[in-house]
């Protein structure tokens, strides 16, 4: 049974609205013509590295190289370990170790090129974001752990202008040409995870297998868009014009869980997110999620996440 091209495109729009990217560090680098950069693990994290002048080759943790060419762009959606290199035997030094001034806006320069060097060899664009997707957590553990873009692809429509807009803020240095790169990442990096949602999310299984499945998608749909609603199993059901059982045993089948039990963890994932990021009042969130009291709440906040509202919001103040 396929599903209509408008559904496909409400839970697209869906998905990616909740969907959060701020960048917590960018880098300027460039290099001479041996180099080898490692980036550590971050998880919670993505890394979007731009190539605007040369060529690398992208290591992952498990060995795996990649090749890249001036104009490649790749977003590391699960923050995993990699390194970038002139070649598989260059010796490896961190990010972090690289002397790093100020260029403006949070952006910050590395210079790895030797000064015998009148031009540098490879020239390249990384910034460290948090990816917060919202209700839609479920999907960041299933991207791949590397996602190279070929722009000129139906995958990116418009992206070979921005990529363009990139290269030339890198190369000329003019006024605020950080803070405009520090945004076009930010761009680059929301293009490339919406591209592989429209694109069906390489057919991963899980809550998109749910979300590509009509007979799920719009009980999905409604219980992202009314989180604070006091759902039934067949309220759910009927808007997917299936019967109460039919719809449970297909729920529990494709997502792993109960049609309650999501909606509960749903409502507590956007709980978090309002209260960590958004720093909204316990009160504020109680009522908007429908509970009638912030007591009543904190019990359901408390035994499905184990920890309480209160703790959550010291932990965002206590964070840098």
């Not at 091209?5 to 959060?20: F, Q």
């Not at 100020?102 to 320069?109: N, P, S, Y």
């Not at 912030?294 to 965002?316: D, E, H, M, N, Y």
Request: hydrophobic share 45%.
């Amino acid at each position: 049974m396929s599903m209509p091209v408008a559904v496909w495109s409400d839970v697209v729009s869906e998905m990616l609205t909740g969907m959060r990217l701020r960048g917590v560090q960018y880098r300027r680098v460039q290099t001479g013509p041996a180099f080898g950069i490692g980036f550590p693990a971050r998880p919670g994290h993505a890394y979007f590295h731009y190539l605007a002048v040369g060529s690398c080759l992208l290591r992952t943790d498990d060995g795996t190289l990649h090749a890249l060419a001036a104009g490649n762009a790749v977003l590391l959606p699960q923050g995993s370990a990699h390194q970038l290199l002139s070649a598989p035997g260059a010796p490896v030094q961190d990010i972090a170790s690289f002397a790093a001034p100020l260029l403006g806006d949070g952006v910050f320069g590395v210079d790895a090129c030797p000064s015998t060097f009148p031009l540098p060899s490879a020239i390249f664009f990384y910034g460290c974001l948090e990816l917060d997707l919202g209700g839609m957590h479920a999907l960041g553990r299933l991207m791949p752990d590397v996602m190279l873009v070929d722009a000129s692809s139906d995958r990116y429509p418009g992206m070979l202008p921005i990529l363009a807009s990139m290269k030339r803020e890198i190369c000329s240095g003019r006024v605020g040409f950080a803070g405009i790169l520090a945004r076009l990442a930010e761009v680059m990096a929301a293009m490339i995870v919406r591209g592989w949602v429209e694109c069906g999310c390489d057919h991963a299984a899980g809550i998109v297998a749910a979300l590509r499945d009509p007979r799920l998608a719009h009980a999905l749909l409604a219980l992202h868009r009314e989180p604070g609603r006091d759902w039934t199993v067949a309220e759910l059901a009927a808007r997917c014009h299936i019967s109460r059982s039919v719809f449970a045993d297909r729920f529990q089948a494709t997502i792993g869980m109960p049609p309650l039990r999501y909606a509960g963890e749903l409502r507590m994932r956007l709980a978090s997110q309002w209260l960590e990021r958004d720093r909204l009042s316990i009160d504020m969130v109680a009522d908007q999620l429908g509970y009638t009291s912030q007591a009543a709440f904190s019990r359901a906040f408390k035994r499905i996440t184990g920890v309480s509202p209160g703790a959550i919001r010291r932990l965002r103040t206590a964070a840098p």
